[in-house]
């Protein structure tokens, strides 16, 4: 990639899991009642043809990776266990009791945390719970994330009995300077036992997650890693950029931006982590993403099919994603859902209402700037009726899009908006042009991690 446009685009933008991004939400406005009420919605038009999405967040770990970006509870106390799944599992039986007919369950994900801190027991009665009285959709796809130093062979097993078929494995960089420093410990060897014994139980898609930009990161230390992981060939991988957010997450304060690499060095790590993933056979997939050209993944983008909501892409879509636990989102098209963030509010919430604390009734021109979004980040372009476009926010995103248009990371005619090669880099950038919540109110801080 050209230095001077990774240095000209290297600026705050959000990920675009959602259109409002999160910080833009009308929480003032948000209501439970209304919530419900675009639940039910969605889920009378899509739940019979589409089936709907479960996103559960198991927060606990037993220690503090500090690198990480998600909403977590440290402790080594697994009596937490069981008073947790309970309370997730009354939270499903308030939504069952919005739906009023029987859910088709398409798609589970159990992410976190650490979702193999709980038990395979624990979790084969979370599991077990959820489906009770529900069908499953024939294209149905369960999958978990996992540590490699605590997946056990229980884990796997149980899970897999229970309908999983997909396993993603967090192991960010296999340099042991790296792995010090972020406090996140695990060996080749451990990701190597974890990964065989998924695929001899019968596991047909593994995913590992990888990180640039870490503290202490080197190119060597990269080139390294990816060597390993190319030598187990998982069928995904997700190749994330480090979002140093501390004013957030304030466990990355054990670490200075002095020991970041520069954006100069992290542009070098990403391209070439990107080229050793291409030359091992992967494809690039939208943002962030690569899979091997038969994985389901890879097919879904050829031919025009892959989504993107909270939990990142999928091969499938749904309309409907109910978010259980504590911080979890929901989106039920119409509008999004946030759970209250701590662990004792959240137990406390739920036996008497959902424990959404804000959230997001989107308007007509947030669905119409939603679709192109999501039109741009799954499939690299999208199209429009100048004389039906009912937004007009549109044509102002476009303009802001000339001086991409000019760098050749667009291309734009009277209808149609195309990503170029070169400009697949830029997603988020390319997509901010668009974002008329954003422009109409810029932050006065930082709200998100640098795009490159």
């Given at each position: 990639?050209?230095?001077?446009?990774?240095?000209?685009?290297?600026?705050?933008?959000?990920?675009?899991?959602?259109?409002?991004?999160?910080?833009?939400?009308?929480?003032?406005?948000?209501?439970?009642?209304?919530?419900?009420l675009t639940v039910?919605?969605?889920?009378?038009?899509?739940?019979?043809?589409?089936?709907i999405s479960l996103y559960i967040h198991l927060p606990f770990c037993e220690e503090l990776c500090t690198y990480c970006g998600c909403n977590t509870r440290i402790t080594k106390n697994h009596r937490v266990e069981e008073p947790y799944i309970n309370a997730v599992l009354q939270e499903w039986k308030t939504y069952?009791?919005?739906?009023?007919?029987?859910p088709v369950i398409k798609e589970i994900h159990l992410g976190g945390g650490t979702p193999t801190f709980f038990s395979a027991f624990n979790l084969q009665k979370l599991i077990e719970g959820l489906l009770q009285d529900t069908h499953i959709h024939p294209n149905a796809e369960f999958s978990f994330e996992a540590h490699p130093g605590n997946t056990t062979v229980d884990h796997l097993q149980t899970l897999f009995d229970l309908g999983f078929r997909r396993l993603s494995l967090g192991i960010q960089d296999f340099d042991p300077a790296v792995q010090l420093i972020i406090n996140r410990h695990q060996t080749y060897e451990q990701v190597r036992l974890v990964t065989q014994l998924a695929r001899l139980i019968g596991y047909t898609s593994i995913n590992y997650d990888l990180i640039y930009g870490l503290p202490l990161q080197t190119l060597d230390g990269l080139v390294n890693t990816m060597n390993l992981v190319a030598a187990l060939?998982?069928?995904?991988?997700?190749?994330?950029?480090?979002?140093?957010?501390?004013?957030?997450?304030?466990?990355?304060?054990?670490?200075?931006?002095?020991?970041?690499?520069?954006?100069?060095?992290?542009?070098?790590?990403?391209e070439v982590g990107r080229g050793l993933l291409k030359h091992y056979g992967y494809?690039?997939?939208?943002?962030?993403?690569?899979?091997?050209?038969?994985?389901?993944?890879?097919?879904?983008?050829?031919?025009?099919?892959l989504h993107r909501n909270f939990m990142g892409y999928t091969h499938q879509h749904t309309q409907l994603l109910i978010g259980l636990g504590v911080s979890a989102i929901s989106d039920s098209w119409y509008g999004f859902a946030q759970n209250v963030k701590t662990?004792?509010?959240?137990?406390?919430?739920?036996?008497?209402?959902?424990?959404?604390?804000?959230?997001?009734?989107?308007?007509?021109e947030d669905l119409c700037l939603r679709?192109?979004?999501?039109?741009?980040?799954?499939?690299?372009?999208?199209?429009?009726?100048?004389?039906?476009?009912?937004?007009?926010?549109?044509?102002?995103?476009?303009?802001?899009?000339?001086?991409?248009?000019?760098?050749?990371?667009?291309?734009?005619?009277s209808w149609e908006l195309r990503v170029t090669p070169l400009g697949k880099r830029f997603l988020r950038n390319i997509c901010m042009a668009l974002d008329a919540r954003l422009w109409a109110n810029h932050p006065q801080n930082q709200l998100f991690s640098m795009s490159i």
């Open positions: 990639m050209d230095q001077n446009l990774a240095q000209k685009y290297n600026v705050a933008a959000p990920r675009y899991t959602s259109y409002p991004t999160v910080p833009y939400w009308d929480n003032h406005l948000f209501n439970i009642s209304e919530w419900k039910r919605q969605s889920f009378l038009e899509s739940n019979a043809e589409d089936g069952r009791e919005v739906f009023g007919d029987i060939l998982p069928d995904r991988i997700a190749f994330y950029s480090y979002a140093h957010i501390p004013w957030a997450k304030p466990g990355q304060r054990l670490f200075t931006e002095k020991n970041l690499p520069n954006p100069k060095e992290k542009n070098k790590l990403y494809k690039d997939i939208g943002m962030d993403h690569f899979a091997l050209p038969g994985d389901a993944l890879s097919l879904a983008e050829t031919s025009g099919s662990v004792e509010e959240y137990l406390k919430l739920v036996n008497d209402n959902l424990p959404a604390i804000k959230g997001h009734i989107l308007t007509n679709k192109h979004i999501n039109n741009i980040m799954c499939k690299g372009y999208t199209s429009w009726n100048i004389h039906d476009e009912p937004c007009e926010l549109l044509f102002d995103g476009l303009e802001r899009l000339k001086p991409l248009e000019d760098d050749g990371l667009v291309e734009i005619n």
